[in-house]
């Protein structure tokens, strides 16, 4: 596969199974001769390293840039306050407060500022590492402890994804900024939900989500059990696709409490994650 193609595998909630078929699908990829990566882009909590164990080769901090200010510059005319919408720079009785926590990152202040008083500098918020698990090229994003901004590590991680093969994007659940950065520009997105109450009932926002933002989808029901028809309901009434259903087996709640993937460590398992990817294939290509 010479031409890039991304497909990322969100959900509504946690819980319902992302990394398990993100990870299978990577594996799976790689298995069929795909260039494949697996991007990690839950950056507050990434696990997919547990299933993968990859062996990692490189290691980078990422940073956003916080203003500097210079007194003997600064003529304390309020413009860098005006400007920023988060109160991250603040003029009180001509004195001027930055707040490195509440910084989004956008120069705006250093832009406005008349006097040059402003330059900047980089705060790291997180760390990206890369590496390699079999055939499979892993990437992922750790955000430091207590850090709120995600997005420009999510942003760090997607931007390792090969130019030439396939990408898999593991997003954090639910429909925030943080999902939002991980799948915003993807070819096709796999929404994995599970048939509760709950389940679907975070699967109608999630398809809100990637509706407003026109990409293609579908979806696969995990721990699906035959008289459950909640999620299969659903998707017909919405008219979405159900590419699969993944059994609620004993088999794979004891996998994954190993660390191992369905797709490997369950027999039939294989055939059913290799059925998805030629179905996310033929989807995406559409």
Aim: one cysteine or more.
């Amino acid at each position: 596969m010479k031409q890039k193609l991304t497909i990322a595998v969100a959900s509504g909630k946690g819980g319902t199974g992302k990394t398990t078929v993100s990870a299978s699908l990577a594996c799976t990829a790689a298995d069929a001769g795909y260039n494949a990566s697996y991007l990690d882009c839950d950056v507050e909590e990434p696990n997919g390293h547990l299933f993968l164990k990859p062996s990692i080769k490189y290691r980078h901090m990422v940073g956003i840039p916080v203003p500097v200010v210079d007194p003997e510059k600064c003529v304390a005319c309020g413009s860098c306050g005006e400007i920023c919408q988060y109160s991250a720079i603040v003029c009180i009785n001509k004195n001027v407060l930055t707040f490195d926590k509440m910084c989004h990152g956008c120069g705006g202040c250093n832009l406005v500022c008349p006097t040059g008083a402003i330059t900047e500098k980089s705060r790291d918020i997180g760390v990206v590492e890369t590496g390699s698990s079999g055939k499979v090229r892993f990437c992922h994003g750790k955000l430091n402890v207590g850090e709120a901004l995600s997005p420009p590590l999510i942003k760090a991680v997607r931007s390792t994804g090969q130019d030439d093969g396939l990408n898999i994007v593991d997003a954090s659940p639910g429909a925030s900024c943080p999902v939002i950065a991980a799948i915003k520009g993807v070819d096709f997105i796999i929404l994995v939900t599970e048939p509760t109450p709950f389940g679907i009932n975070d699967l109608e926002i999630a398809v809100d989500m990637v509706k407003e933002l026109r990409i293609p989808h579908a979806v696969v029901v995990n721990r699906c059990v035959p008289e459950y028809t909640l999620a299969r309901d659903f998707c017909r009434d919405k008219n979405i696709k159900v590419l699969a259903e993944i059994p609620d087996d004993r088999r794979v709640a004891e996998a994954y409490s190993r660390g191992e993937l369905p797709c490997s460590a369950v027999p039939g398992y294989r055939e059913l994650f290799e059925g998805l990817l030629n179905d996310v294939m033929k989807e995406a290509r559409q």
